[in-house]
Protein backbone atom coordinates (compact mmCIF):
# COMPACT_ATOMS: atom_id res chain seq x y z
CA UNK A 1 0.00 0.00 0.00
CA UNK A 2 1.35 3.16 -0.53
CA UNK A 3 0.46 6.87 1.71
CA UNK A 4 -1.66 7.74 -1.29
CA UNK A 5 -3.78 5.42 -1.16
CA UNK A 6 -3.67 4.57 3.16
CA UNK A 7 -5.53 7.85 2.99
CA UNK A 8 -8.83 6.20 1.72
CA UNK A 9 -8.15 2.58 2.24
CA UNK A 10 -6.66 2.52 5.42
CA UNK A 11 -7.54 2.19 8.58
CA UNK A 12 -8.13 5.90 9.39
CA UNK A 13 -8.30 7.82 12.40
CA UNK A 14 -8.51 11.78 13.32
CA UNK A 15 -4.74 11.22 14.99
CA UNK A 16 -3.58 9.02 12.32
CA UNK A 17 -4.51 11.44 10.03
CA UNK A 18 -2.65 14.24 11.05
CA UNK A 19 0.58 11.81 11.39
CA UNK A 20 0.09 11.35 7.69
CA UNK A 21 -0.78 14.96 6.65
CA UNK A 22 3.07 16.03 8.12
CA UNK A 23 4.83 13.18 6.77
CA UNK A 24 2.90 13.67 2.88
CA UNK A 25 4.32 16.90 3.53
CA UNK A 26 0.89 18.80 3.41
CA UNK A 27 1.48 20.75 6.69
CA UNK A 28 3.84 23.49 5.80
CA UNK A 29 3.85 25.96 8.94
CA UNK A 30 3.24 25.06 12.61
CA UNK A 31 -0.52 25.61 13.69
CA UNK A 32 -2.99 24.73 16.38
CA UNK A 33 -4.96 21.29 16.47
CA UNK A 34 -8.33 21.57 15.83
CA UNK A 35 -9.93 18.68 17.41
CA UNK A 36 -11.62 18.01 13.75
CA UNK A 37 -9.39 16.95 11.28
CA UNK A 38 -6.05 17.21 13.03
CA UNK A 39 -5.69 16.05 16.73
CA UNK A 40 -3.64 13.14 18.98
CA UNK A 41 -4.63 9.86 20.01
CA UNK A 42 -6.74 10.35 23.04
CA UNK A 43 -7.10 6.16 23.73
CA UNK A 44 -5.82 2.94 22.54
CA UNK A 45 -7.76 2.26 19.92
CA UNK A 46 -6.40 5.93 18.54
CA UNK A 47 -3.15 4.83 19.07
CA UNK A 48 -3.56 1.64 17.78
CA UNK A 49 -4.48 3.54 14.14
CA UNK A 50 -1.23 5.70 14.38
CA UNK A 51 1.14 2.63 14.83
CA UNK A 52 -0.79 0.72 12.25
CA UNK A 53 0.30 3.41 10.09
CA UNK A 54 3.70 4.01 10.96
CA UNK A 55 3.94 -0.12 11.27
CA UNK A 56 3.08 0.12 7.33
CA UNK A 57 5.28 3.15 6.59
CA UNK A 58 8.47 2.60 8.83
CA UNK A 59 10.51 5.33 8.19
CA UNK A 60 7.65 7.70 8.97
CA UNK A 61 8.65 6.31 13.23
CA UNK A 62 11.93 8.13 13.19
CA UNK A 63 10.52 11.06 12.01
CA UNK A 64 7.51 11.51 14.39
CA UNK A 65 9.25 14.26 15.90
CA UNK A 66 7.85 16.18 13.02
CA UNK A 67 4.86 15.82 14.12
CA UNK A 68 5.23 17.38 17.04
CA UNK A 69 6.97 20.49 14.96
CA UNK A 70 4.49 21.02 13.28
CA UNK A 71 1.36 20.81 16.06
CA UNK A 72 2.77 21.82 19.37
CA UNK A 73 0.07 19.56 21.19
CA UNK A 74 1.92 16.84 19.91
CA UNK A 75 5.22 17.52 21.25
CA UNK A 76 4.50 15.91 24.65
CA UNK A 77 3.39 12.30 22.73
CA UNK A 78 6.10 12.17 20.17
CA UNK A 79 8.65 12.83 23.28
CA UNK A 80 6.95 9.45 24.99
CA UNK A 81 6.36 7.68 21.92
CA UNK A 82 8.61 4.84 22.57
CA UNK A 83 7.01 4.11 26.04
CA UNK A 84 3.56 4.85 24.68
CA UNK A 85 4.72 1.85 22.15
CA UNK A 86 5.91 -0.07 24.69
CA UNK A 87 2.55 0.36 27.28
CA UNK A 88 0.00 -0.86 24.30
CA UNK A 89 1.78 -3.88 23.70
CA UNK A 90 1.24 -4.50 27.44
CA UNK A 91 -2.17 -3.13 26.93
CA UNK A 92 -3.28 -5.56 23.87
CA UNK A 93 -1.98 -8.55 26.43
CA UNK A 94 -4.10 -7.62 29.58
CA UNK A 95 -7.01 -7.09 27.28
CA UNK A 96 -6.38 -10.79 26.17
CA UNK A 97 -5.69 -11.79 29.44
CA UNK A 98 -9.55 -10.10 30.63
CA UNK A 99 -10.76 -11.84 27.25
CA UNK A 100 -9.79 -15.38 28.54
CA UNK A 101 -10.70 -14.55 32.29
CA UNK A 102 -14.43 -13.55 31.41
CA UNK A 103 -14.89 -16.92 29.94
CA UNK A 104 -13.19 -18.74 32.88
CA UNK A 105 -15.55 -19.66 35.65
CA UNK A 106 -12.75 -19.70 37.91
CA UNK A 107 -12.06 -16.12 38.29
CA UNK A 108 -16.08 -15.77 38.68
CA UNK A 109 -16.07 -18.00 41.32
CA UNK A 110 -13.04 -16.89 43.26
CA UNK A 111 -14.12 -12.85 43.29
CA UNK A 112 -17.68 -14.02 43.34
CA UNK A 113 -18.08 -11.05 40.19
CA UNK A 114 -17.63 -10.85 36.48
CA UNK A 115 -13.85 -9.73 35.73
CA UNK A 116 -13.46 -5.71 35.27
CA UNK A 117 -10.54 -4.97 32.12
CA UNK A 118 -9.73 -2.32 35.56
CA UNK A 119 -8.76 -5.25 37.34
CA UNK A 120 -6.60 -6.36 34.22
CA UNK A 121 -4.90 -3.08 32.94
CA UNK A 122 -1.33 -2.86 34.35
CA UNK A 123 -0.36 -0.03 32.11
CA UNK A 124 -2.84 2.72 32.98
CA UNK A 125 -2.13 3.96 29.20
CA UNK A 126 -5.86 6.09 29.37
CA UNK A 127 -4.38 8.21 32.20
CA UNK A 128 -1.03 8.48 30.92
CA UNK A 129 -2.67 9.93 27.74
CA UNK A 130 -4.45 12.03 29.44
CA UNK A 131 -1.55 13.45 31.20
CA UNK A 132 0.07 13.71 27.98
CA UNK A 133 -2.92 15.24 26.08
CA UNK A 134 -3.41 18.05 29.13
CA UNK A 135 0.68 19.22 28.85
CA UNK A 136 -0.05 19.37 24.74
CA UNK A 137 -3.25 21.23 25.46
CA UNK A 138 -1.47 23.92 27.48
CA UNK A 139 1.57 23.97 24.24
CA UNK A 140 -1.01 24.36 22.04
CA UNK A 141 -2.47 27.57 24.21
CA UNK A 142 -5.14 26.05 25.69
CA UNK A 143 -6.15 27.80 29.42
CA UNK A 144 -7.10 24.89 31.99
CA UNK A 145 -9.73 26.05 33.73
CA UNK A 146 -10.76 22.82 35.93
CA UNK A 147 -9.38 18.95 35.78
CA UNK A 148 -11.80 18.71 32.76
CA UNK A 149 -12.69 22.33 31.34
CA UNK A 150 -10.30 24.06 29.14
CA UNK A 151 -10.85 27.48 26.75
CA UNK A 152 -8.93 28.87 24.61
CA UNK A 153 -8.20 32.64 24.74
CA UNK A 154 -9.80 34.65 22.00
CA UNK A 155 -6.93 36.41 20.04
CA UNK A 156 -9.30 39.21 19.15
CA UNK A 157 -10.27 40.50 22.21
CA UNK A 158 -7.94 43.03 23.94
Not at 61 to 75: A, L, M, N, Y
Not at 149 to 158: A, G, I, L, M
Request: include cysteine.
Amino acid sequence: MQPEEWIIEGEVGTSSKTIWAVMMGLIKEPQQCDNWHYDTPHDSDDFSRCTKLLHLFPDWRKRIGEVGDKFPKWTPFCREWAKLETMYIQHVSDIEKYQRERVNSKYTRLHKKKPQFKDFDSTNMYDFMQKLNDEGMLLDGWIQDSPSSWHRPNKDKV
